[in-house]
């Protein structure tokens, strides 16, 4: 999913050059596997990935000086945990500093991020009701069924992209689940 995320983000950012991306040292098997995948998609659209880790809300402080010093293009946020809990931190940053950001939440589009691309949270909080619900009537743990989010959304926020100067692609636009106005 991380690398459909920078493809967004090159759609919406043509001329951009770097991204920046957030990740969470503490996490490291997510923090792996996502920043392979990054690097791999930024390498192949041309793109510079810098990599920023924050596990705390000073560290992203500080990481958001580094990018801003570094000129990053875009942000990219992590699909871990951490980033969930602080991403009102991170959607204030970035439109403070006028750089693009993705939340793989869509939710936080809502809040102001330009673009969110991820499960689709009320969804997965049925699918644990359910599931809560079955446990509580006596099935056991271990007989429950693995289910990966099957409704992945992209949000768009254009009040976000007017305050940033973006223009959104209408093929883009197009494919959006939800579009803020």
Same mark, same amino acid.
């Given at each position: 999913?991380?690398?459909?995320?920078?493809?967004?983000?090159?759609?919406?950012?043509?001329?951009?050059?770097?991204?920046?991306?957030?990740?969470?040292?503490?996490?490291?098997?997510?923090?792996?596997?996502?920043?392979?995948?990054?690097?791999?998609?930024?390498?192949?659209?041309?793109?510079?990935?810098?990599?920023?880790?924050?596990?705390?809300?000073? =560290?992203?402080?500080?990481?958001?000086?580094?990018?801003?010093?570094?000129?990053?293009?875009?942000?990219?946020?992590s699909s871990e945990i951490f980033f969930f809990t602080v991403q009102d931190q991170l959607i204030d940053l970035a439109?403070?500093?006028?750089?693009?950001?993705?939340?793989?939440?869509? =939710?936080?589009?809502?809040?102001?991020?330009?673009?969110?691309?991820?499960?689709?949270?009320? =969804?997965?909080?049925?699918?644990?009701?359910?599931?809560?619900?079955?446990?509580?009537?006596?099935?056991?743990?271990?007989?429950?069924?693995?289910?990966?989010?099957?409704?992945?959304?992209?949000?768009?926020?254009?009040?976000?992209?007017?305050?940033?100067g973006v223009e959104v692609p209408p093929t883009l636009l197009a494919r959006a689940d939800e579009v803020i106005e």
């Amino acid at each position: 999913m991380v690398a459909k995320r920078i493809e967004q983000l090159q759609q919406l950012l043509p001329s951009a050059t770097s991204i920046a991306f957030f990740v969470n040292p503490k996490n490291p098997i997510t923090t792996q596997a996502e920043t392979r995948e990054a690097r791999a998609a930024a390498q192949a659209l041309g793109l510079r990935l810098l990599v920023k880790e924050a596990s705390s809300t000073n =560290e992203i402080g500080v990481a958001f000086d580094a990018l801003v010093q570094q000129k990053a293009s875009a942000i990219l946020v992590s699909s871990e945990i951490f980033f969930f809990t602080v991403q009102d931190q991170l959607i204030d940053l970035a439109m403070r500093h006028k750089i693009p950001i993705s939340i793989p939440q869509p =939710e936080g589009v809502r809040k102001g991020a330009l673009i969110g691309y991820g499960a689709n949270t009320n =969804e997965a909080f049925r699918t644990l009701g359910v599931f809560a619900g079955r446990l509580l009537k006596g099935e056991r743990a271990a007989d429950l069924p693995v289910e990966r989010s099957v409704k992945i959304d992209l949000l768009i926020n254009l009040k976000a992209a007017k305050a940033l100067g973006v223009e959104v692609p209408p093929t883009l636009l197009a494919r959006a689940d939800e579009v803020i106005e």
